[in-house]
């Protein structure tokens, strides 16, 4: 027996599930430079279904025939029986709603997910619909899907800033129409938790046939309440969370997953609730998000930032000695971090190599393994020892990275003092021709991007450069991850990341990575040569 957070007493079979619905795949996605390829989406989608999600929102399939490909995928390969639930985006519009189910109706537990704007302001400026135009609307497209799918969530676009009453007349009409999932989105990070609270609470008391639906929490972070907001929510009674690893998402980003799991989880004699996620999967995901869309984790981040189990201070230091527990309210270890982190070297086989990467999580082809093994032979060479961090980072590097516009083959410095810092680029391109390039930079990684800007020609402004090491020691890995945006007044952002034992290799890589994906995205837009351009747009 133990006590709720109403002063209850509640016994262990009357303690209730948090279902976490992750949009890292489609609100993540939306986050400036974030996107992703297909590989890097079904590859995080594996994952998210080894952290124990219990629905990915996979994408949104309406925007572009690749999203509703990459929904597919993850609907078919890891939408299975015993996986988590895939769901779909859809606008409240009827062919929105076929993409959605196109996409979403091979996975084993399909939903399609509808929204539809409920705040005055979305409906009088952006829709221009008046609010019996919205219920009549909601009525039609929430029976529209429900004719494909008994799974089908619906969200009042903006609730945060919705008339309470209209959302009550709104809300009841989707749950008539057959909505078994009522989201409740605070769009634009609006709300205070005690507003967010007593909204969800008189929404939960107030609908005509509540009981029958799951209500769920998505909250933006613009003023950085979206945890605190997503918890107040649960409290007033949502049994679905909608985060994102890392937090990442539109503008300031929405409610990140792992904060709110592990709330519930370093908090539950408060809460008095539970997740299905396996909380040791925690960094290994959140690692795999930020090397894929190339958006760094701030180091002081909550659960998965790099100090957020480091002491500095003496009196800490001196306190963690005596009693971990003196400043640590969890244990790195429960996260899955320092879980067996020196683990493989230069004699590690092939087979062992290949135990490892399952371990990990990785699935890959024998060609694939073929190439991540060799990769690992010339680390293990340069490094005593190959922890699973720098495993996760080559994977991530070899084998997820964007398609291969322009590859590099061969890279080549100069610097110190005296001299100029020079960089020898060799990349071969689209059309298999290769070119190596000299050029003088004000150090090292300048130069060597100057070199690959000089043979690519596409015009770009570098807005964010980090390199960190992956490991601790003289031998460690470094990471590298960039965002440029294209100079064509686009405001668009494309990230990419390296990592290499050499910082200026993977600066490379990294700055390649992205140049590539913009070129990708872009599709030839960038003064090349008409041949070039059908290439690029060919690999698009
Ligand atoms: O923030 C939002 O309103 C959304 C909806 C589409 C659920 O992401
Ligand atoms: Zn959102």
Same mark, same amino acid.
């Given at each position: 027996?133990?006590?709720?957070?109403?002063?209850?007493?509640?016994?262990?079979?009357?303690?209730?599930?948090? =279902?976490?619905?992750?949009?890292?795949?489609?609100?993540?996605?939306?986050?400036?430079?974030?996107?992703?390829?297909?590989?890097?989406?079904?590859? #995080?989608?594996?994952?998210?279904?080894?952290?124990?999600?219990?629905?990915?929102?996979?994408?949104?399939?309406?925007?572009?025939?690749?999203?509703?490909?990459?929904?597919?995928?993850? %609907?078919?390969?890891?939408?299975?029986?015993?996986?988590?639930? /895939?769901?779909?985006?859809?606008?409240?519009?009827?062919?929105?709603?076929?993409?959605?189910?196109?996409?979403?109706?091979?996975?084993?537990?399909?939903? #399609? $997910?509808?929204?539809?704007?409920?705040?005055?302001? $979305?409906?009088?400026?952006?829709?221009?619909?008046?609010?019996? !135009?919205?219920? %009549?609307?909601?009525? &039609?497209?929430?029976?529209?899907?429900?004719?494909?799918?008994?799974?089908?969530?619906?969200? +009042? &676009?903006?609730?945060?800033?919705?008339?309470?009453?209209?959302?009550?007349?709104?809300?009841?009409?989707?749950?008539?129409?057959?909505?078994?999932?009522?989201?409740?989105?605070?769009? @634009?990070?609006?709300?205070?938790?005690?507003?967010?609270?007593?909204?969800?609470?008189?929404?939960?008391?107030?609908? +005509?046939?509540?009981?029958?639906?799951?209500?769920?929490?998505?909250?933006?972070?613009?003023?950085?309440?979206?945890?605190?907001?997503?918890?107040?929510?649960?409290?007033?009674?949502?049994?679905?969370?909608?985060?994102? @690893?890392?937090? /990442?998402?539109?503008?300031?980003?929405?409610?990140?997953?792992?904060?709110?799991?592990?709330?519930? $989880?370093?908090?539950?004699?408060?809460?008095?609730?539970?997740?299905?996620?396996?909380?040791?999967?925690?960094? =290994?995901?959140?690692?795999? @998000?930020?090397?894929?869309?190339?958006?760094?984790?701030?180091?002081?981040?909550?659960?998965?930032?790099?100090?957020?189990?480091?002491?500095?201070?003496?009196?800490?230091?001196?306190?963690?000695?005596?009693?971990?527990?003196?400043? !640590?309210?969890?244990?790195?270890?429960? @996260?899955?971090?320092?879980?067996? =982190?020196?683990?493989?070297?230069?004699?590690?086989?092939?087979?062992?190599?290949?135990?490892?990467?399952?371990?990990?999580?990785?699935?890959?082809?024998?060609?694939?393994?073929?190439?991540?093994?060799?990769?690992?032979?010339?680390?293990?060479?340069?490094?005593?020892?190959?922890?699973?961090?720098?495993?996760?980072?080559?994977?991530?590097?070899?084998?997820?990275?964007?398609?291969?516009?322009?590859?590099?083959?061969?890279?080549?410095?100069?610097?110190?003092?005296?001299?100029?810092?020079?960089?020898?680029? =060799?990349?071969?391109?689209?059309?298999?021709?290769?070119?190596?390039? +000299?050029?003088?930079?004000?150090?090292?990684?300048?130069?060597?991007?100057?070199?690959?800007?000089? #043979?690519?020609?596409?015009?770009?402004?570098?807005?964010?450069?980090?390199?960190?090491?992956?490991?601790?020691?003289?031998?460690?890995?470094? !990471?590298?991850?960039?965002?440029?945006?294209?100079?064509?007044?686009?405001?668009?952002?494309?990230?990419?990341?390296?990592?290499?034992?050499?910082?200026?290799?993977?600066?490379?890589?990294?700055?390649?990575?992205?140049?590539?994906?913009?070129?990708?995205?872009?599709?030839?837009?960038?003064?090349?040569?008409?041949?070039?351009? %059908?290439?690029?747009?060919?690999?698009?």
């Amino acid at each position: 027996m133990a006590e709720n957070n109403e002063g209850n007493t509640v016994s262990e079979s009357e303690v209730d599930v948090v =279902r976490i619905f992750d949009t890292t795949l489609r609100d993540g996605e939306q986050s400036p430079g974030a996107s992703l390829t297909s590989a890097e989406k079904l590859e #995080i989608a594996r994952q998210l279904a080894r952290l124990g999600v219990d629905i990915i929102e996979a994408g949104f399939p309406a925007a572009s025939p690749d999203d509703l490909k990459a929904v597919q995928r993850i %609907a078919q390969e890891v939408g299975t029986q015993d996986g988590p639930v /895939i769901a779909g985006l859809a606008r409240a519009h009827k062919s929105d709603i076929d993409k959605a189910w196109e996409a979403v109706q091979y996975a084993a537990k399909p939903r #399609i $997910h509808t929204f539809l704007a409920t705040s005055d302001i $979305h409906m009088e400026r952006k829709l221009r619909m008046t609010r019996e !135009e919205v219920k %009549a609307r909601v009525r &039609e497209m929430v029976s529209y899907a429900k004719a494909y799918c008994d799974d089908i969530e619906f969200s +009042p &676009e903006d609730a945060g800033r919705s008339d309470p009453d209209f959302l009550i007349e709104v809300l009841t009409i989707a749950i008539e129409a057959g909505a078994t999932t009522l989201n409740i989105p605070d769009t @634009v990070g609006y709300t205070t938790p005690d507003e967010y609270y007593a909204l969800m609470h008189r929404l939960i008391t107030e609908t +005509p046939g509540s009981d029958q639906v799951i209500w769920s929490v998505h909250c933006h972070d613009d003023l950085g309440m979206a945890t605190a907001n997503t918890l107040a929510g649960i409290r007033a009674g949502a049994r679905q969370a909608e985060v994102t @690893v890392n937090g /990442i998402g539109e503008r300031a980003g929405n409610t990140s997953l792992e904060e709110v799991v592990m709330a519930l $989880h370093t908090r539950r004699p408060y809460y008095h609730l539970d997740t299905n996620i396996d909380t040791t999967q925690i960094i =290994r995901t959140s690692r795999m @998000v930020s090397n894929y869309t190339g958006m760094t984790v701030q180091p002081n981040k909550a659960i998965v930032g790099s100090n957020a189990f480091a002491h500095e201070a003496g009196i800490h230091q001196d306190g963690m000695l005596k009693d971990q527990r003196t400043y !640590e309210i969890m244990t790195p270890e429960t @996260v899955g971090l320092n879980q067996s =982190r020196l683990v493989l070297g230069k004699h590690s086989g092939r087979h062992a190599f290949r135990v490892r990467l399952e371990e990990l999580g990785f699935t890959l082809s024998d060609d694939e393994l073929q190439t991540a093994f060799k990769r690992f032979k010339e680390l293990a060479d340069k490094k005593k020892t190959v922890t699973d961090a720098d495993l996760e980072a080559l994977v991530a590097d070899e084998l997820y990275g964007p398609q291969e516009v322009y590859s590099l083959l061969d890279l080549q410095v100069a610097c110190g003092r005296p001299g100029m810092p020079t960089a020898t680029v =060799r990349l071969r391109g689209p059309d298999g021709t290769v070119q190596t390039v +000299p050029a003088i930079g004000t150090g090292p990684v300048d130069a060597a991007f100057r070199a690959i800007d000089s #043979i690519i020609q596409a015009p770009n402004t570098l807005i964010e450069y980090s390199v960190h090491s992956i490991t601790e020691g003289i031998d460690a890995m470094g !990471e590298v991850t960039v965002r440029i945006t294209a100079e064509n007044g686009s405001t668009r952002t494309f990230g990419g990341y390296g990592a290499d034992t050499d910082i200026i290799m993977a600066s490379a890589k990294a700055y390649l990575a992205a140049v590539n994906r913009m070129l990708i995205v872009k599709g030839g837009r960038h003064g090349r040569p008409e041949g070039q351009a %059908a290439t690029i747009q060919a690999l698009a």
